[in-house]
C-alpha cells in the first residue's frame, strides 16, 4: 500500500461543531484528493489539490474548506459540521493521471 | 453533471460462477478506470482503459471498453471468495489532475 495515513480514522461530533481530517502522504506525490462515500452514490470528489498552497473544488464542496501547506499534508475542514456531512471520508493521491492510492478512511458522525 | 451509471448494485453469486457489472454514460468518456473496494476497506485501483473497443486481462478478470466509449465491463470468471467487495468504475475528467466521478457501484457476494 502507497504511505497514506488519516487521522483520526473515527470521530464522533456535535452539529455546529468544526472538524478537520488530516491526510498524510511519505510519497511525494502531486496530487491529492478527498472524497466522501455514501450508500448509494459512490465516492463523490470534494476538493483536491495540484501543489502546494494549490486547491480547487470538487462536485460536493459546500461547507467544506481545504488546505495543504506542505506536500505531504491535505487537511480537510468542515466548519460547522451539520448531519448532512455524516459519512466515511477518503484521502487519496496520485503522481499522474492514471491510479489513484487511497488512505484507510475516516468515519465522521455528527450528532 | 456528467454521471456514470453502474449496474447492478448487488449481486450474489455461488462460487464459481461468473459475474459481470456494466457501467454506462450518456456521453462520450475519456477514459474509464476500475477499483475495488474489500468490505471495511478502501478502494484500490485495478485499471485503466482508454482505447475503443480496448479489451485487457487480468487473470480472471476482463474488462473492456465499448467502441463508442460510452460503457465499460468487468467481468470475472469462476468468481472465488476473495472476489467479495465492492467495484466501481471511475472517469478521469480532468485530464492531468485526474479528478474523478465514480460509478455507484455492484456490491458482489460470494457464496462459498
Known amino acids: 500500500d502507497a504511505g497514506i495515513t488519516q487521522s483520526p480514522r473515527h470521530k464522533v461530533t456535535e452539529t455546529g461543531t468544526p472538524v478537520t481530517l488530516r491526510c498524510h502522504q511519505t510519497e511525494n506525490h502531486r496530487y491529492m484528493y478527498w472524497y466522501r462515500q455514501d450508500p448509494g452514490h459512490g465516492l463523490r470528489l470534494i476538493h483536491y489539490s495540484y501543489g502546494v498552497k494549490d486547491t480547487d473544488k470538487g462536485e460536493v464542496s459546500d461547507g467544506y474548506s481545504v488546505s495543504r501547506s506542505k506536500t505531504e499534508d491535505f487537511l480537510l475542514t468542515l466548519e460547522s459540521a451539520t448531519s448532512s456531512q455524516t459519512s466515511v471520508y477518503f484521502c487519496a493521491i496520485s503522481a499522474q493521471s492514471i491510479e489513484q492510492y487511497f488512505g484507510p478512511g475516516t468515519r465522521l458522525t455528527v450528532t | 453533471g456528467q454521471q456514470v451509471m453502474q449496474i447492478p448494485q448487488y449481486q450474489h453469486v455461488q462460487e464459481g460462477e461468473d459475474f459481470t457489472t456494466y457501467c454506462n454514460s450518456s456521453?462520450?468518456?475519456?477514459?474509464i478506470q476500475w477499483y475495488k473496494q474489500r468490505p471495511g476497506g478502501h478502494p484500490v485501483f485495478l485499471i485503466q482503459l482508454v482505447k475503443s473497443g480496448e479489451v485487457k486481462k487480468q487473470k480472471r478478470l476482463t474488462f473492456q471498453f465499448g467502441e463508442a466509449k460510452k460503457n465499460s465491463s468487468l467481468h470475472i470468471t469462476a468468481t472465488q471468495t476473495t472476489d467479495v467487495g465492492t467495484y466501481f468504475c471511475a472517469w478521469n475528467y480532468g485530464g492531468a489532475t485526474n479528478k474523478l466521478i465514480f460509478g455507484t457501484g455492484t456490491l458482489l457476494a460470494v457464496q462459498p
Open positions: 456521453t462520450t468518456l475519456s477514459n
